[in-house]
Structures are given as structure tokens and as C-alpha cells.
């Protein structure tokens, strides 16, 4: 298993290394750049000339590259000429909220998803299943920003009960984010739950018309244990993949959820970046949305291989 | 006729009625009726700037729904295009189309939208060249698959045999063995497309205003909310019935194409 992992994460930040050169390069395709956009209609020639040799951006392209990429090593992402800040400044407080988020929503959805597919693969047929599986649907294919108006209606206009719109600062203290956290979660909850009960539930039919698990019950062996020890450590490694997939979403593709709500975290200033075309800020967001991706895949093929006896048994011999 | 059917047909005629039908303007400015509710002026009131939401809401499908219409055409002919050809090639052209496929499929495509219309524009023409790009990729693996199957049958040796040319082969045998799988897929990812387009709309990097779209005016309302919620509602409800609806009928289709 160790050597496994070993050659895994090398892998991974060989991966790693190729994949954030070439996004460094596609950033550096868009057309304009930092003091473009800074500098907007008031561009003029003499300006542009000014504020590119202000911040280094008459360098060749490698030369560029090797200057971030040394940076980057340093723990040091680069200037926000937009933003007049460092970015890692920019990131850290917003990395901690959008952690915050996405920790809520997971605690919300993941267990309980799993619960329910078992559940409801168990009752098969029934009309409750059936109810709860057109509403995981439903949930599934709606916009985020419908799922999260019609909350935002229900729960903070007509119920007063939950704040709507943070106002707080993104670096304020996680005690005065917490209260800001419970819609934006519950959305992205209701999302990434369908996803996971429905994996859940397919797979656990599936390794249910498998041989062992009717030669155990066949031994005679009582149902909550061919439930627990036959069936879920085979039917889980294939919902333990959709949510390593969907944590890494959350992570990183919450940009509608956290705009309904101005959620102080990384997506929205994804947003933001964009939209004002902060080349520094939007490199180093895409690198952390890669870091995580990559992390994702790894843990969960680390996670399904210690949870497979058969794959555990192959590394062994 | 199935439920998922009429919704769905009856999106598509509203879409193309809201030109016809005797509505008022969408950009017409009242600002002596602003944030009304229901009356006889408005049936569905009037939004912060005074405009009709009746009518906005009848005709904001018409960008979603043309530029999804438009782009989902161009990924279905593109990725039935790349998913024949690979299959039919087979060999280390197929693998190097498949593996290409694979990375635009990991690609988030919300993120590379947004990219495409800050940077380069917002133009429909560049949104739905984007969109077509980014969601032929599923298309195409979906078409792989289903053709790699079909072309190893006895009846496409027979094609073969009789001298019928690649393209009569494509067309005459192929095609019609997949045409559920194809359809179904094209279905969904049309859903896809229209979601992405009214997020990017919401997140304003779609439509632009004052152009009645259903994402934009979401948008437009949420600041309101507390004031009517008619202008929120009302585009909510439509975005969400169209959805349902074109999940309906894919269901349903799906679960026909089963032997």
C-alpha cells in the first residue's frame, strides 16, 4: 500500500507540474493582460508602456514563468496590480470561508446520502423510495440559483429565520461568518445529496444480485450483517468516488451558490476576478481548483484501494 | 402524450409566440409603477425598473432556449461526427480522439464560459461556439460507445461485403441503432447547456440587459425580494418547468429504449 501511494503522489505532482505550466501559458493566451484591464478605456500608449514596465510585464514569457513558478515555491502567488494587494492575501481569508462552506454542507449531505441510498435501495419499489428518489432528482437538475432564490424566499424573507445576504467582511472572524453559512450550505447540501444518494443507491442494487451475497444469505447469515460486512464494503467505493468528485466541487465550483448569497469565499472572488479580468488573481484561483482536482482523484483511489479487500489483497502478493 | 412533452412543447411555442402575441414592451420604463403586484395593467406586475413581468418572463426563454437550441445542434453534429469517425478508424486515432474527449470532459465548464466571455466576448456567436465545443465532448464518448458496439454486428459485415461505402455505412446502418442513445444524450446535455448559459447570464456575463433573460432577471430581482416577489417568481418558475419538463421526456425515453 505505501509504495502504491508513493508512486501515486508522484504521479500527482508530475501531473501537477505539467498542468499548472500550461495554465500559466493559457492565462497568458487571453487577450489583454493586467494593466489592460487596470487601466481600461483610459489605456493610452504611454501609460501602458508605463505601468507594464512598472510590474515586470515586458519580460519575455519564460522568463515570466520562471519567476512565477519561483514564487510559487516561496509559498508566494504573485501581485494583483488590480486589486493593489498580494494575492495570497486576497486567498487566505476567502480559502478559510469557502473551507468553512464547503465542511458544512459535507457534514450535511454525505452522511446522510449514504444513509438514505441504503435506505431506499433496500426499499426498493415502494412509493416512499420512489417520492425520494423524483425529489433527488429534481434537486439534481435545477439551477443552483433557483434551488437557492426559492431558499432565500422561504427561509430569510417569508420566515425570517436565517440571514440572506452576508454582510460581513471576508476577513472577519469565523464566528461572525457561521451565521451567514447556513443557506449558502444547505444548497449546495441539497445538491451534492442527490448525487451521492443516487450512487448509493445504484450501487448497493447492483452488489446486492452479486453470488456472495446470496451464498451468505443462504448460510443463514442475519440481514444486518450481510447488510454491513457483505454488501456495503463493496457497494461503497463507487458513491466514496462521487464524493470525492462533488468535495472537490464544492470546493471549487460554488460560484452561483456564494454570488446569491455574497458568501465571502473563493468562488466569488472567482467571479470577481474574472469579471475584471485580474490575470494574477484568476492564475492562481485555477491552480488551487488543479491542486484540489488532483487531490480528489488521489484520495479517493488511496480510500477505495484500503477499502477493497481484493485490491488490498493484489498489492500485498 | 407524455407530460415531459407538453411542458416542454409548450415552452417552445410560448418561446416563439412571446413575438406574436400582443404583450407589452420588455424594455418599455414605468417609473410611476415600479415593484407593483398583480393588476389588470400587469398581470404579473412590474419589476424595480417598471417593466412588465409578464411579458419579460414570456420572452426571456427566447435567448436560453435559442442559443441552447443552437448550441446543442452544433455538439450533437460535432460529437456524432468524432464518435463515428473513432470507432470506424478504431486504432491510435481513436484512442488520441477519446483521450482529447477526456480532457475537455474534466474541464469545468462554468469556469471556461466565463473566461470565454470576459476575455474574448459575449457575443452569441462566441457563446455558442463555446458551449458547442465544451458539451460535444459527452456527446461524442455517448456515440462512441454505442456505434463501437453496432459496427462489430454481422449485419454491418454484411454492409461491408455488399461494397456500401463508409458514409452509407454511417448513415444507413449506424445511425438508426443508435438513435435513442443519441437522442437521449443530446437531450440531456441540452438541459446542460441551458443551465450553464442562464448561470452565466446570472453571474452577468451573459445577456446583456436590458435583454429579457431568465438567469439575468433572477439576478435583476433577488435585491427586491422583500418588496414582490413576483419578478423572481415568476422567471423561477419557467426555468424550472422547462427543465423538469426535458428530464420528463428524457426519462421517458430512456426507459423506453430498454429492451
Known sequence: MTAYLLRRLAISLGVFTVMSVLVFLGVEALPGDACTALLGRSATATKLAQCRGANGLNASVSHRLIDWASGLLRGDLGFSIKRGKSVVDIVLPRLRNSLALATVASLMAFPLAIVVGVWSARRKGTRVARAVDTVSLVLMTMPEFVTASVLWLLFAVWLPLLPGVTMVSSNASLLEILPNIWLPAITLALVVFAHVMRSMRASFLVTEERPFVEAARARGIAERVVVRRHILPAALPAPINVIAVTAAWLLTGTFVVEVVFNFPGLGRIAVDAISDRDTALILALTLFGLVVFIASSFVSDAVTRALDPRMRAQVAS | MSAGAVIVGGHLLLALAASVLPLQSVVA???????????????????????????????????????????????????????????????????????????????????????????????????????????????????????????????????????????????????????????????????????????????????????????????????????????????????????????????????????
Open chain 2, 29 to 259: 420604463q414605468d417609473s410611476n409603477a415600479i415593484l407593483q403586484g398583480a393588476s389588470g395593467a400587469h398581470w404579473l406586475g412590474t419589476d424595480s425598473l417598471g417593466r412588465d413581468v409578464l411579458s419579460r418572463t414570456l420572452h426571456g426563454g427566447q435567448p436560453s432556449i435559442g442559443v441552447a437550441l443552437v448550441a446543442v445542434l452544433l455538439a450533437a453534429v460535432l460529437g456524432f461526427g468524432l464518435g463515428t469517425f473513432a470507432a470506424l478508424v478504431g486504432g491510435w486515432l481513436d484512442d488520441a480522439i477519446m483521450r482529447v474527449v477526456d480532457v475537455l470532459l474534466a474541464m469545468p465548464s462554468l469556469l471556461v464560459l466565463m473566461l470565454v466571455a470576459s476575455f474574448i466576448g459575449r457575443e452569441p456567436v462566441v457563446l455558442v461556439a463555446t458551449l458547442a465545443l465544451m458539451y460535444a465532448p459527452p456527446i461524442a464518448r455517448v456515440v462512441r460507445g454505442a456505434s463501437g458496439n453496432v459496427l462489430t454486428r454481422d449485419f454491418i459485415l454484411a454492409a461491408r461485403l455488399r461494397g456500401a461505402s463508409r458514409r452509407a455505412i454511417v448513415v444507413g446502418e449506424v445511425l438508426p441503432n443508435i438513435a435513442e442513445v443519441f437522442i437521449t444524450e443530446v437531450a440531456m446535455q441540452f438541459t446542460w447547456i441551458l443551465l450553464a448559459f442562464s448561470s452565466l447570464s446570472f453571474l452577468g456575463l451573459g445577456t446583456s440587459p436590458p435583454t429579457a433573460e431568465w438567469g439575468l432577471m433572477i439576478s435583476d430581482a433577488r435585491g427586491f425580494i422583500t418588496v414582490s416577489p413576483l419578478p423572481l417568481l415568476a422567471p423561477v418558475a419557467m426555468l424550472a418547468s422547462l427543465v423538469l419538463g426535458v428530464n420528463a421526456l428524457v426519462d421517458r425515453r430512456a426507459q423506453a429504449a430498454l429492451p
